[in-house]
């Protein structure tokens, strides 16, 4: 049995046609992924500066607080022992991006309508849309102030709390004093915790996990992994392998004083925002 010429060739120009169409995925795929791969660095590195900024503002204020006569890791408390405001509530109000002349009532939760007139002020630099689609001209349009907040006003940067931490158990350590490796802030991903209010991870309580699905517990915005922001001011981007028990040890100022993070971390750092950036 013989082919006709034209079947033949009809064969011959689709073998060709799926060459090319082969070799176009195999030339054009690799740059697709590494396009992806760089726009999510850049994204993770975007949320590595606010992290940078935001230590870099408790560096300042804890500096000064001696002056100032606040501790900035330190949640607002009523006289009655209620918990008002968190800490970033006061440092958005105080220096985020620019200190404001009208602030908040700190005689008031940060439910009160005084106070969620000023939401906007911390969105950028603590929440994940980076501001607040329902809050216009300083007044409040669709919060209720109650938990679980709407997703976009939620927190994306917890502090890490507890006895033996920087943050400590009622009272903090001033960063100045701190060892450079202990950990400070870590990134959650879904906190249900309005970036206003009180509430951080307790190393008492927090979940055991990295990168859990309900995001949760420390996990990441990309799927590059989290970061971690250190008492010294550097901001780490960590793979999401990296084991619990590892990273926790750096919670702890006793551990962070002896231990080498390079060693210890180093090897699940994917970027770094260092102290001194050029």
Same mark, same amino acid.
Not at 91 to 106: E, F, K, T, W
């Given at each position: 049995m013989t082919i006709d010429a034209s079947v033949r060739n009809r064969w011959l120009q689709a073998g060709v046609v799926a060459g090319v169409v082969l070799l176009a995925i195999t030339l054009v795929l690799p740059a697709l992924q590494q396009l992806h791969l760089a726009h999510e660095y850049e994204r993770a590195h975007m949320t590595a500066l606010k992290f940078r900024q935001v230590i870099m503002e408790m560096q300042n204020w804890s500096a000064q607080s001696k002056i100032s006569g606040h501790d900035p890791m330190c949640d607002i408390v009523a006289e009655s022992g209620e918990r008002l405001l968190s800490w970033r509530t006061w440092?958005?109000? @105080?220096?985020? +991006?620019? +200190?404001?002349? #009208? @602030?908040? #009532?700190?005689r008031e939760s940060w439910q009160h309508p005084r106070n969620l007139r000023f939401a906007p002020r911390g969105g950028y630099f603590f929440t994940k849309l980076g501001h607040s689609i329902r809050y216009e001209d300083n007044a409040a349009t669709g919060d209720d102030g109650h938990f679980p907040p709407k997703s976009e006003d939620a927190t994306t940067i917890l502090a890490v709390t507890g006895p033996g931490t920087v943050f400590g158990d009622g009272t903090s350590i001033p960063l100045t004093d701190a060892p450079g490796a202990a950990i400070v802030l870590v990134e959650v991903r879904n906190s249900t915790v309005h970036w206003m209010a009180p509430g951080d991870f307790d190393i008492r309580t927090m979940p055991h996990t990295i990168n859990d699905p309900v995001g949760q517990g420390i996990s990441g915005q990309s799927p590059l992994g989290f970061h971690v922001a250190f008492a010294d001011g550097e901001v780490w981007l960590l793979s999401n392998d990296t084991p619990f028990e590892d990273l926790s040890r750096f919670f702890l100022v006793n551990e962070a004083n002896r231990l080498d993070r390079e060693i210890v971390l180093g090897k699940f750092r994917r970027s770094r925002v260092n102290i001194s950036p050029e």
């Open positions: 440092l958005a109000d @105080h220096s985020l +991006p620019i +200190p404001y002349v #009208d @602030h908040c #009532d700190y």
